[in-house]
């Protein structure tokens, strides 16, 4: 297992639209195994393939608290099925966005079909932490951010602020 380094906005590779995954096999579960301790270093609640530069549709998660044990959770190709009308707010952070942290508005309950591993079909219906979070990675696997749904003025400004930061680094 390998930690891999996390792409930084505004790297135009998190703007990919991912590829379905077409075949569970062994370097499929080395990425997921990769993702995992990328994620679990990090550290975040969830990551999505491309966050790592691999355009595969495939996202990773654990909402597990720090004192509580893991519980590594795996969704390849992640299809939202149905949606709420009802809202719910939360404060989201991106692991390609260090430090920035802001309110975003989605629909509160949401049903997502996916494949396990083990190549099985399932259907999660989530609300809470669990449904922003499917749904902030799912944005990612469709080249989306969370900061694209801010208001334009507070995403140029965020946008504004990294792009200086690559330069600078570039230097
Ligand atoms: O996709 C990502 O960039 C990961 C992101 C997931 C996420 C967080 C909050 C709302 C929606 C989606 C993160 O994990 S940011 C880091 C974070 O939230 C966290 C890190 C350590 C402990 C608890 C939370
Ligand atoms: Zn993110």
Redesign the pocket.
């Known amino acids: 297992m390998t930690v891999r380094e996390i792409l930084i906005l505004p790297d135009k590779r998190l703007r990919q639209v991912s590829d379905p995954v077409k075949k569970i096999d062994a370097s499929l579960r080395k990425l997921v195994a990769d993702m995992f301790e990328t994620m679990y270093d990090a ?6 393939a491309i ?1 790592i530069g691999t355009s595969k549709r495939v996202v990773t998660m654990d909402l597990a608290k720090k004192e509580e044990a893991k519980t590594p959770q795996v969704f390849i190709n992640p299809e939202v099925t149905w949606s709420s009308t009802e809202r719910a707010t ?1 404060e ?5 966005i260090p430090e920035v942290y802001s309110d975003v508005e989605r629909p509160a309950q949401v049903k997502v079909k996916y494949l396990d591993l083990e190549g099985e079909l399932l259907e999660v219906e989530a609300n809470g932490l669990l449904a ?2 499917l749904q ?2 799912i944005d ?1 696997l469709n080249g989306i951010l969370f900061i694209d749904h801010l208001s334009k003025l507070k995403r140029d400004r965020i946008v504004k602020k990294f792009s200086k930061a690559a330069k600078r680094a570039a230097e």
Do not use: K, R
């Open positions: 550290p975040g609640i969830g990551l999505a966050q939360y989201e952070g991106c692991l390609s922003t979070c902030h990675e990612h």
